[in-house]
């Protein structure tokens, strides 16, 4: 049985900073492709950031210099560090493994980010 299990989300000032973690289960986590997504209310799911099995990373152009996506194949982990955030970023984090050219993609639970005053 597949699980993913988000941690670390909150409410924080803008400014402020959060570290997101995915514990993962039940996969050969090395050779997925990570990610990190979100929903805010009335938009659609958007990637945030991911990281591939060799560390390659990609990110949305809005978070770039702010957040950091790492990864820990020896511990199954996956963090986003989340610097200077704004409230825009307000939405639930969800994390997501995904194989690249199989059909095996993966949600979390999703958790909460509230950026505010």
């Known amino acids: 049985q597949v699980q993913l299990v988000e941690s670390g989300g909150g409410l924080v000032q803008p400014g402020g900073s959060l570290r997101l973690s995915c514990a993962a289960s039940g996969i050969v986590f090395s050779i997925y492709v990570m990610g990190w997504y979100r929903q805010a209310p009335g938009n659609q799911r958007e990637l945030v950031a991911r990281?591939?099995?060799?560390?390659?990373?990609t990110y949305k152009d809005s978070v770039k210099g702010r957040f950091t996506i790492s990864r820990d194949n020896a511990k199954n982990t996956v963090t986003l560090q989340m610097n200077s955030l704004k409230p825009e970023d307000t939405a639930v984090y969800y994390c997501?493994?995904?194989?690249?050219?199989?059909?095996?993609?993966?949600w979390g639970q999703g958790t909460q980010v509230t950026v505010s005053a």
């Open positions: 990281i591939r099995s060799g560390g390659t990373t």
């Open positions: 997501n493994a995904n194989r690249p050219g199989w059909a095996n993609n993966y």
